[in-house]
Antibody, heavy 120, light 112 residues
Framework: QVQLQESGPGLVKPSQTLSLTCAVS??????????WSWVRQPAGKGLEWIGR???????DYNPSLRSRVTISAETSNNQVSLRLISVTAADTAIYYC????????????WGKGTTVTVSS | DIVMTQSPASLAVSLGERATIYCKSS????????????LAWFQHKPGQPPKLLIY???TRESGVPDRFSASGSGTDFTLTISSLQAEDVAVYYC????????FGQGTKLEIK
């Protein structure tokens, strides 16, 4: 069973860049037919899909965040990374890493999430 | 982009009673090539990641109690908890995975 663990700074200053990593164990991010996604939940609000990267390296992003987001795969470390530029307080949230179930396509395994606060 | 609309936003139900949550998509989630609806339901409790309950609109995930059921096709979907238990208090989300992903805004389920 694949396991996911998010990590990164818990505090980011406004206008700076938020960078998170998702360490994958129990499977390789470069094998199979998976979508690795990032999802966030701002405090008191609902879940928001940020974007995803496929095993083959193609990416898709939420249109509302596309101009600020980059998701990449670091195969040497078996990690998926999230980079969000020009952050504001509205980017304060719990950030989750998620992988889909191959051939089924729904979101399947979630990391425990990591909290990021944007504040000066 | 596909917009998912859930109702109600919050719901209070007595223990042992039925809870029903509705989800509507802005376009059909039925994929003609496999006749499957690309709709999932998640349960989200504070301090935990969301938990998959239902996929393909009506298929219960392994280990999910059978008091949880779901139905619907095309653009209109329903999640039903037949006999509410205390541990079912959570926020419930529908999600389309027909094209990328979109979540509904969530339904907060509480005990009356």
């Amino acid at each position: 069973q694949v396991q996911l663990q998010e990590s990164g700074p818990g505090l980011v200053k406004p206008s700076q860049t938020l960078s998170l990593t998702c360490a994958v164990s129990g499977g390789s991010i470069s094998s199979g037919n998976h979508y690795w996604s990032w999802v966030r939940q701002p405090a008191g609000k609902g879940l928001e899909w940020i974007g995803r990267i496929h095993t083959r390296g193609t990416t898709d992003y939420n249109p509302s965040l596309r101009s600020r987001v980059t998701i990449s795969a670091e195969t040497s470390n078996n990690q998926v990374s999230l980079r969000l530029i020009s952050v504001t307080a509205a980017d304060t949230a719990i950030y989750y890493c998620v992988v889909d179930r191959p051939t089924y396509y729904h979101m399947d395994v979630w990391g425990k999430g990591t909290t990021v606060t944007v504040s000066s | 982009d596909i917009v998912m609309t859930q109702s109600p936003a919050s719901l209070a139900v007595s223990l042992g009673e039925r809870a029903t949550i509705y989800c509507k998509s802005s376009q059909s989630l039925l994929y003609s090539s496999d006749n499957k609806n690309y709709l999932a339901w998640f349960q989200h409790k504070p301090g935990q990641p969301p938990k998959l309950l239902i996929y393909w609109a009506s298929t219960r995930e392994s280990g999910v109690p059978d008091r949880f059921s779901a139905s619907g096709s095309g653009t209109d979907f329903t999640l039903t908890i037949s006999s509410l238990q205390a541990e079912d208090v959570a926020v419930y989300y529908c999600q389309q995975y027909y094209t990328t992903y979109t979540f509904g805004q969530g339904t907060k389920l509480e005990i009356k």
